[in-house]
């Protein structure tokens, strides 16, 4: 309660929040120090929390004893004891998890993951990415039979579900429980002597396998993998669970089982526009690439204006640093129909986190915006501005940063997102301010009540349909036909979800 | 884990550790603060955790919600933050909790009580003090239907077992899952709108009832009624379960309802030698009295050496400041067969937290013992020493306070114990460490091998005999036979109990 | 900032504040550790801040470098750490100082001793307790010549002083220094290869010597020998200065410098009756002696009253721990005219620190009381009680602490004080509240005034003649004759005061 | 002590590390607030230590008092308490710093600024950036006259020298003591009712004035303006004393003094290449401007390889933040020649601070820039890249980087520095290593060296000459020649520097 955790860069940003990043190690001397560094690489998917728990055999009582430590901040926070992860945390084999969500509910820290339990068969320990979306009528279900629930997660359902299979081995129990839930998940499961790597049917949220000499290891990006030295192997398929044991060590080759095969995914498509890191594989693919053709293609179908006469004062400015891939994209293609288009690093961002006094009648978002950005004014003076950024939520920060590249005064300010309006919540692991609140809502999805809210020149966005037209496309490798959910821009939800408040377990 | 909750004072007192306090308050606009006080008023029962739960009763819902906080340290360490009582912990009723227990366990933080779950019917939450004496079968049981724990405390099956009654009032689930366990249980129960105090049918651990206006509060030791102006009305029953409700309110008579009538009981006679604070009610009797016979028994029983030429120069001291009331009573009796016998404050306490800092080859209990006493040395030299305390446990502590007081070169030393020499561990409740440790056990209850270990010119206990004849005796106001649980002593435990080891589910 | 020093359990006495402990030691190389343990015993005389500075003797360079370490709170907050105290605070000789004063200053960090500075010929610290009382003046002389301060303290001045002194010798430097100060000190001064303990002519502080070995040490009060075995040698005499260095070491003869022979002293009363801890020797004497006797001249001056028929109700209460001692000197007297009186532990102190939650209406210090201290209910119902203390400064505690007492029902309080009224601040190194705020003065010095204020059946203070007939009187071992300051309750100064406000150059 | 500072960021980069920011502001109800703002934009020139003075006039007594906070840490740690600004730091003026520098010592906490003294005249604050050059001298006469010196800090001479000035007015005092140290320096010094600026004959560290309504605010970059949303309005002159006071503001026109006049400048070449923020203005110039021309003549004098066939495999990676700049300079001219030529973002920074494990046997150096970096594989695979940085120090963290793309193998890696070699260190301010260390004399100046030490195909710095050629030359708007100081480049130092070593009066 006394970390200044709040203070967090990430309050600044009005981005929607993904739910974390999950990652597990199999077989390594090292498991707790490679997972933190596995989590520090992934601190962009989760600020709140930050947890590992590790499987430590303990060959006197021939049996294993789950080691645990978790705590609101980022992970060099919660990690910043070097004894933790060298003596406290002992095993060859952990999970881990960043958390980004709810806040303010009092006992937050109960909901903090890894989750640990002890059952019939000895330890379980979860991570989760994503969301369940029948978890009304589960958590029902297990409270008329007598159970109870200490934590507000849907995660925590799961383990009751396998605790209380009456299938004999644990995959089974495992493959039992998960296919009574339904929505969008990607899963680290570690018992006392096994790794379970779990996705959902549709693959909505990233997850991959590499390894590490003999060490199996799972993340949800693999940024993770980089910082290890591990070797990029496969995505988990859709619908796949992986188990490593010590049979899989000696064979090399993982165990698979599937869930359910639906022939296709939905993978979310708002990765590729922001989540992910550039850096990272995921879906089988370089974000890197998806989000230069992002901005390629946003260039084609809403280029930037021409000025008749002075071309050479159009400069293209990202907003640093998630919408600079996209940016060159866009200024690459740009160029091709104008030739003078230049770019200008003209925001500067600064990585200090700052803070914000509160005073009566001050601007706070004002101040926010400022001790974040600042404008190189030579480079922006007299010119024809386009601000390339990747999306808009509530839009309360653009409107501050227009605001500001104004005072540098350029001659006009033109906007453009390289995605569409986001109209629709997330149901399956992003964390999105309430329908109302988003700019699109707020102005009737009119793109001239948009302009004027924003006070820019113009605003475009990418069409639904060119964005998916950005995106690999096809068949994957498994054979699955990739498909993608673009339920926020569109408000099509492609996996059922049950009419539910989000923090009903929280409050009532 | 950033507090230095382990520097604490009570680590260097060679005396058994309570395993709790338990505090409880209903309708009253204060309720976090009031349990914060009565927790701080308790402070000597538990210093390693502390935490307190509160039902909130949210109108616009018309639901109830839970708050809680709980952390490692002493009750104003883990409250600091005065809005953590004001703003967070809302709520017109609260329980709460402070603990001494299992230490080193990784992931300890979870075993902090009060525990807060949710079932079928809303929030329950739960402080313990004492112990179950049936959980292995219990929770292997439960793990066999299907059930998770979450803790490796044997408090979480009770919210089990009464989660999974089928009976349909909350009070008829409670009395069916607490009949299920057998053990030493003094337990304050939260419900979304009612509070349970429930004890064990031996009355093992001290519970009262008290009121504050309208409001009713319960707790360990009256001392927590005192500090915050609350009258103190009656014990809780043996075998009772008292249930306060709005209609209780409205009566202003509490609803009471019996687990099982054994006609007598079996309270902790340890409780009087040394855990409850001498100005506290428990049992229905002072403390300060039964503890001045104690005392004054010894006397009767093993006098102080009489020297026969000098009689002037038999000086009694305490052991500050666990001891001073038996001490009294020693000397207020002593006086009567030598009337020049005199008390001396020739111990001095020091009440800062200490430090040790340990260097190679230095005697580090020795520096513990002087971090936390000196001794006046004119009142020492050349007299005969007595030296009253209340109980040995491994003894290491007496042999340095003995060679403090020896520095000061007194004639002789002689100890007198105001308990029995400790044989035999508590399994209801008190954390003594192993049998082997016992210095009575230690010396094969040989007194000559104590006293030369000790380093004295003489020790002597109380007999079991004379402990009983100092305490309460007859027919309580209940009517129930007065009887004491004197296992330590003795090696009769009155309940029976599985073998356990303690730490089984902590590090399998 | 971020420590928790204010919620320290000293700030609920109703007491004058020390300003300071000083330590010093030579000649050992755990210098930095002894300190600390010396600072831990000598906790009483301060509690707001710590610190302590090492001469390291670097061979590679032949040079000496000094090693600080001092914050707010305890001495086992401040040196938490200890690799401060055996890897940063290295070197062979030391000096401490614990600190009471001046909160709310915003810099109140840069008071905080002991003062680290460089001169000409090397490194100076110094740790001093006492209080010049022409500083205004030399302050005055010394900016005029173009001195700069850093901090707002008085022994500031004198390194000043020291480091412009014309002499060739550092000793002579030193007494040319100390003489152009006035006022009360007891002083430890560390420079690159030798450790200098000064006293006043006067010797209103207490400061002793003791030996470890082949160490010398020196503390503000012989408790502080006791904790590191040390052995007691003598007091530093009035208006000495006492060297030690390499030669000293090898001699075993410390040198000794007279800055003023006055041939009396005005040791500093309060010291005996309530600053000093009782196991400690201070200018010559025991201090448990001399506050039994304050107890005893009590009874006979001010006995407790008679209740003619119901003698044995007369009980006698300590507050403890302060008025344990002194309290015991009154009932082993009062027992002589009363032989049914007696002594019962009727208040318990809380030894846990508090904390107060501000609610409007609340009062305030009402629950600070009670955060501290209980009453034994069956031991004061109905007895005539006599409360016995020390001294009462605003007279606020005391006044809650009678209304804790009265609800227990006795029959009637009676206040016995072992000191006279305090009417008059002191100038000499003690913190008292304002002279207006001093209960005596409130009620213009007329006892039933106080009483009635304190709201007790009797309240009576031994004479200021017999407080001086119960300390030591004579000539002492140096052939001093033995006196007293006892402005604090006459009024009247030994040593000359300019007229300074407190705080001059902490404000202006 | 208890922050962890030292895990810093800053610590990961081998850059110099400048030594401190400055910021003061004259008549602003809200001073300290303001000049946390200022220096938390000011982050980037020291992030180990920050600190605010305020002066408040007290009305009732008619006097200054100064507040100060200072502490490890960045600005928001420092000043994580908001009750600190606006509660504390009252005051209508201000100062403040931010450090980079001697860790270490264990009473480094004394050199953190600004420095608070009080003299003759009331009080003074100090804050400066830059180094004085001959302190051994000064020093020595000081302490020969009796001065004792608190910090080992070449400021705090100023403060003895002006307190010993025999002139009338402040700022006479303020000229005849600044006239007596040589040196580079930006300094603000607050007394209690004015404001100094003052800055050396040479103007060595930038220096700029502005004004926020009737307030007049000073920074040592213009971001800091930019933050507050003040106006900038000129550049503090070489040798310039600007004094702020009420007339001032009346009249609105700043007092302007000179301590010498060159005629000439040696601005610090280092802060176009490195240290100040591109968004800034400095010696009267856009920082974006210079660096920007720094990559453009380092892209004519040493070009990217051409690559005969496969020109599309030509692309450059800047190391961001710091090189990305001048990378744009850099790629722009390049197409020129190499239309292939393009820009791939393919190094991706983690703006979160990593953490490192240190394990036997380990490669921290490589984990170190692994929680930094990680590169887009699919942008370097098979290409020929050329990665631009502004300047090598040790070459370490280069290497480490080199490898670290090398993994995504690349077909060539070509390094470009936008400066020459770094082969000697600066005495104006700047924090190098020693010479020793630097990678240019490591390998002797010789380039082949250089590049096998961190095995790339080619590297290339840009020659001095043209370095020169990339910044403002001429007369200035205040007919001054401008000239830089390229110290480190060249080993020729404009202002003279006595011999001395950094840490003489920290260690002796």
Redesign the interface.
């Known amino acids: 309660?006394n970390k200044?955790y709040i203070?967090n860069?990430s309050k600044y940003i009005d981005k929607p929040k993904s739910n974390c990043a999950v990652f597990g190690i199999y077989n390594d001397q090292?498991a707790a120090?490679k997972t933190?560094?596995g989590l520090?690489?992934l601190?962009?998917r989760g600020?709140e929390a930050s947890g590992i728990c590790t499987s430590e055999y303990?060959p006197e009582?021939n049996?294993?004893?789950?080691?645990?430590?978790k705590?609101h901040g980022?992970?060099?926070e919660v990690?910043?004891?070097?004894t933790?992860?060298?003596n406290?945390?002992k095993g060859n084999s952990a999970i881990g998890h960043n958390r980004y969500s709810t806040t303010g509910a009092?006992?937050s820290r109960?909901n903090i993951q890894p989750?640990?339990?002890?059952?019939?068969e000895?330890y379980?320990a979860l991570s989760h990415n994503g969301n369940f979306t029948n978890t009304k009528e589960l958590r029902?279900k297990l409270?008329?039979?007598?159970?109870?629930?200490?934590t507000?997660s849907d995660s925590e359902i799961l383990?009751?579900l396998i605790?209380?299979?009456k299938k004999e081995e644990l995959v089974d129990k495992i493959l039992e429980a998960i296919r009574q839930v339904r929505g969008a998940y990607s899963i680290m499961l570690l018992s006392d002597d096994k790794l379970f790597a779990i996705r959902d049917p549709y693959a909505v949220r990233p997850l991959s396998m590499g390894k590490l000499g003999d060490s199996f290891v799972f993340a949800s990006e693999t940024?993770a993998f980089?910082?290890i030295n591990a070797e990029y192997i496969r995505e988990v398929k859709p619908g796949e669970v992986i188990m490593i044991d010590k049979e899989v060590i000696e064979t090399g080759k993982e165990k698979s089982y599937i869930i359910e095969n639906t022939g296709q995914t939905r993978h979310c498509i708002f990765e590729y526009v922001y989540f992910s890191?550039?850096?990272s594989t995921i879906f089988g693919n370089?974000v890197?690439?998806a989000r230069r053709k992002l901005g390629k293609n946003l260039a084609i179908e809403k280029p930037a204006p021409k000025s008749p006469v002075e071309y050479k004062k159009v400069v293209v400015i990202s907003v640093?640093?998630s919408s600079?891939?996209a940016t060159?994209g866009f200024l690459?293609e740009g160029i091709k129909t104008n030739k003078y288009m230049?770019?200008?690093?003209a925001l500067?961002?600064?990585?200090?986190?700052?803070?914000t006094?509160?005073?009566p009648g001050q601007n706070n978002r004002e101040?926010k915006v400022?001790?974040k950005f600042?404008?190189?004014?030579?480079?922006i003076k007299d010119r024809i501005v386009v601000i390339v950024d990747d999306s808009i939520v509530r839009g309360t920060t653009m409107k501050q940063l227009v605001k500001l590249v104004k005072e540098a005064k350029p001659k006009e300010i033109h906007l453009r997102i390289t995605s569409p309006p986001i109209i629709a919540p997330c149901h399956y692991g992003m964390d999105f301010p309430s329908r109302e609140e988003l700019v699109a809502n707020q102005c009737e999805n009119d793109m001239e009540k948009i302009r004027q809210y924003l006070d820019v020149d113009s605003v475009e966005y990418l069409s639904l349909e060119n964005l998916h037209a950005s995106v690999p496309q096809g068949i994957d490798e498994y054979g699955y036909k990739i498909g993608y959910c673009d339920a926020c821009f569109s408000g099509n939800y492609p996996i059922p979800i049950e009419h539910i408040d989000k923090f009903e377990?929280e409050?009532?």
Do not use: W
């Open positions: 309660m200044n203070s860069n090292e120090v933190y560094f520090h690489a601190q962009h600020q303990l009582k049996k294993y004893r789950f080691n645990i430590h705590g980022l992970a060099h990690f910043s004891d070097q933790l992860l060298t406290v945390l009092s006992d109960s989750f640990k339990v002890h059952f019939k000895g379980l029902q409270q008329d039979e007598g159970t109870i629930f200490q507000t383990l009751h605790a209380r299979s940024c980089d910082i890191r550039p850096d370089t890197d690439k640093p640093d600079n891939t060159l690459t230049k770019l200008e690093l500067i961002r600064s990585h200090y986190i700052g803070r006094f509160i005073q101040i400022k001790t600042n404008t190189v004014k030579a480079a377990f409050d009532n």
